[in-house]
Structure formats: structure tokens, C-alpha cells
């Protein structure tokens, strides 16, 4: 049965869409069918994650105001036949739609994909209630630091009051020296601040930033203890 996974943060910056591209990029690899959308509205980044801004010609905006199919509005990835990708709008003015009409969108894309990916906005919004409209589940994603996790906290219990059903999060940009050192949040208060599962932690690594920057997610450059990782969120993500 197919899900749509929604990817969000309380704060900006953490790694959402780099972890979306990543995740969806597992995935693919795996054989499944992977659609990437970026809700971020407005603000458009997983086209460049993925190294495909030259080929996005149309955009959910398009979609939804039913200006081109979803078909024609979809990018397939270069290297693989079951990975694509739905940009979102540079116009924030552009986007009209109303919550039932992303819903409507994500049904339709459930009829073609095994997995959904969803990259969201930053924040507690009115953009968070449109973009998670119909999710199957949310994965906050928090770097280990107060204001982050503290945030990510907010964004969890908006989303439940909005009626996504299970949720979970991920921290990000772990470095394990800092954490040794006591004096950021250790794994103990970080499960304790949040009140839903953890799903996993990704070490802060330059390799994943220059991988994402150069439009290649890091799990397609080959194994590695990242790639790995990311396996193994990807499993227990399916166990939600
Ligand atoms: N685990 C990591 N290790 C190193 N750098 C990372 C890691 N995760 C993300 N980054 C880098 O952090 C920056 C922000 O990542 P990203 O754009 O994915 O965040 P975001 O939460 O989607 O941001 P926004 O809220 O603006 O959409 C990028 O430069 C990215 O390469
Ligand atoms: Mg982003």
C-alpha cells in the first residue's frame, strides 16, 4: 500500500530536503516507485539536491490550478526510471490551492507510487497545514540543539492537532565529539523533549553537504556507514 511521508521542521536549515532526496533516493534504489514533492512553497531546493533544475519546466502550482497533468508536470530522475520529482512554485503569490486540493493531489499520486515523499516548510504555518493535508505520516527533522528540538516539539503537536496520525523524527547533524562533550542536548534529553519515536541519527558529515550541493544525493555515490544509515532508517520508517 502506498504512503505519503511528509518531511518537516520546526526550524529552517536542518536538513529536511537533503534527508528527503536521500530517503526518496533509497527507495528508488530499492526498485520502489518514489515521487519527491516539494511543498516548500516558494521556496524551491530539492530540484537542485536532486541535479535536476534544468528540467523542471512546470510545477505543483501548475498541477493543482490544472493548468498541465501531473504527468506532464513530474521529472524523472536521470538515474532511475522509478524516481521523480514534483517542484514546487518559486511564487509563493502562485499557489491558491486549499488543503483538500493537496489532498486530492497526494490521493491521485498514491494510484502511481509506492512511496510519497514530501518535502514541507519550515515552521508553524498556515503552508504546514496546506502541505501535510492528507500524510500518512511525518518525520520531524531536529539538529541536536534546544531551539531546534524544542521547535520540532511545536511542529509535532500542530501536526497531530491537524490529524496526522503517526509521527516520528529524525536528528540530524549529530556530531559526536559535541555530543561526548555534555554540553549539547545528549540522546537521553533529546528522547525526553520529544514525545513521539525516533526514527534515527544522521552525523553532521561535509560529504553529505557536498554531495547534495552538487546534486547527487550522498546513498547514490556508493556504500558507506551514511548509505548504511540510511537503509536502516528507511526500514524501520516502513514499520510505521
Ligand atoms: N547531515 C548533514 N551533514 C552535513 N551537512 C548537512 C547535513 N544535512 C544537511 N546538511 C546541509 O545543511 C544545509 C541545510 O540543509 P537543507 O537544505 O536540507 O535544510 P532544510 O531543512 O531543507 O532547509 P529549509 O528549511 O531552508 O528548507 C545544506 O547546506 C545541507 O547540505
Ligand atoms: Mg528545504
Given amino acids: 500500500m502506498s ?8 526550524k529552517g536549515g536542518v536538513g ?3 534527508f528527503a532526496s536521500n530517503l526518496g533516493a533509497t527507495y528508488a534504489e530499492r526498485g520502489l516507485k518514489v515521487v519527491l514533492v516539494d511543498m516548500n512553497i516558494g521556496l524551491r531546493n530539492l530540484d537542485i539536491y536532486m541535479g535536476l533544475e534544468n528540467k523542471v519546466i512546470f510545477d505543483v502550482a501548475d498541477v493543482l490550478d490544472q493548468v498541465v497533468s501531473i504527468k506532464k508536470a513530474m521529472v524523472r530522475d ?10 514546487t512554485t518559486q511564487k509563493r503569490e502562485k499557489f491558491k490551492a486549499k488543503p483538500e486540493d493537496v489532498k ?6 498514491r494510484e502511481r507510487f509506492d512511496i510519497i ?17 492528507g500524510v500518512d505520516l511525518a518525520v520531524m527533522v531536529a539538529t541536536p540543539e534546544y ?16 490529524g496526522v496520525k503517526d509521527r516520528v523524527y529524525i536528528v540530524n547533524k ?12 545528549s540522546v537521553e534529553t533529546i528522547t525526553s523533549i520529544m514525545k513521539v519515536p525516533l526514527l534515527g541519527i544522521i552525523q553532521y558529515d561535509d560529504s553529505i553537504h557536498l554531495a547534495a550541493n552538487c546534486g547527487s544525493p550522498i546513498v547514490f555515490q556508493g556504500d558507506s556507514y551514511i548509505t548504511r544509515n540510511f537503509n536502516k532508517i528507511a526500514d524501520r520508517l516502513i514499520g510505521y
Fill in 3 to 10: 504512503r505519503v511521508v511528509f518531511v518537516a521542521s520546526g
Fill in 16 to 18: 529536511k530536503s537533503v
Fill in 78 to 87: 536521470r538515474r532511475f526510471q522509478n524516481l521523480y520529482l514534483l517542484a
Fill in 104 to 109: 486530492s493531489l497526494y490521493d491521485q499520486l
Fill in 117 to 133: 515523499i514530501v518535502d514541507g516548510p519550515a515552521g508553524v504555518n498556515e503552508e504546514l497545514r496546506i502541505a501535510s493535508t
Fill in 147 to 162: 531551539v531546534s528540538l524544542r521547535d520540532a516539539d511545536m511542529v509535532e503537536q500542530t501536526l497531530r492537532r491537524f
Fill in 174 to 185: 549529530v556530531n559526536k565529539v559535541f555530543l561526548a562533550s555534555g554540553r549539547l542536548p
